[in-house]
């Protein structure tokens, strides 16, 4: 079985600009996290979404916001992007919301200009 | 605020050596996760433990969470190249799906 994907794998953007990250969680999994890791650094929790509903949100401004599809994938979109908001952009997926063991996916590296 | 620190944050040895790396918190957690990630990759997911006094072992790596659920700590015998990466320990049970993470322990075995 496949694991989670995301794409792309790598972004370049410039401050001011948006952008929209992928991810498709394992088959049969139905819950995904989105997590921002800074160099250097342990990540860091963004959101949880469940049967496309919002679970849960960490210590992020508004400017990121994401959603959740009726197949289980989701979209992280962040506005206004600025400097320090260049980071590996983590998935992972679980079976279940409450589910401690999550499994993650390679990552989307942001680099923003 | 739930934190989990981890030491050392830099750990380098020869080929052959044995090494701990420790997880600790002022917080009880339901269960604690250990993942390795490579560089430009997402955590590889190695063991949860969830409970207290649990030992578990993988190979050469064993595994172990505190009494209390506050802290856990990794043993790896006779490490080698292959396990240079960087050590995560993430504690997770206490707000839903959301995991608390250590900053990580960069492991580096020369051979």
């Known amino acids: 079985d496949a694991g989670v994907t995301q794409s792309p794998t790598h972004l370049i953007k410039t401050r001011g600009q948006h952008v929209t990250l992928r991810c498709s969680p394992i088959?049969?999994?139905?819950?995904v996290s989105w997590y921002q890791q800074v160099l250097g650094q342990g990540p860091q929790f963004i959101f949880q979404?469940?049967?496309?509903?919002?679970?849960g949100r960490g210590n992020f401004p508004d400017r990121f916001s994401a959603r959740q599809f009726p197949n289980y994938s989701s979209e992280l979109n962040v506005n206004a992007l600025l400097l320090g908001d260049s980071a590996l952009y983590l998935c992972?997926?679980?079976?279940?919301?409450?589910?401690?063991?999550?499994?993650f996916g390679p990552g989307t590296r942001l680099t923003v200009l | 605020t739930q934190l989990l620190e981890q030491s050392p944050q830099f750990l380098s040895i020869q080929e052959g050596e044995n090494l701990t790396v420790y997880c600790n918190s002022s917080s009880v957690f339901s269960s604690l996760q250990w993942y390795r990630q490579e560089p430009g990759e997402g955590p590889v997911l190695l063991v949860t433990v969830v409970t207290g006094g649990e030992v578990k072992k993988l190979k050469r790596l064993t595994f172990q969470f505190g009494d209390a659920r506050k802290d856990s700590s990794l043993h790896i015998t006779a490490a080698q190249p292959g396990d240079t990466g960087l050590y995560l320990c993430?504690?997770?049970?206490?707000?839903?799906?959301?995991?608390?993470f250590g900053q990580g322990t960069e492991l580096s075995v020369k051979p």
């Open positions: 088959s049969g999994h139905k819950s």
């Open positions: 992972a997926s679980s079976w279940d919301y409450h589910m401690d063991t999550q499994y």
């Open positions: 979404y469940y049967e496309k509903e919002e679970r």
């Open positions: 993430a504690g997770g049970g206490n707000q839903g799906g959301k995991l608390i």
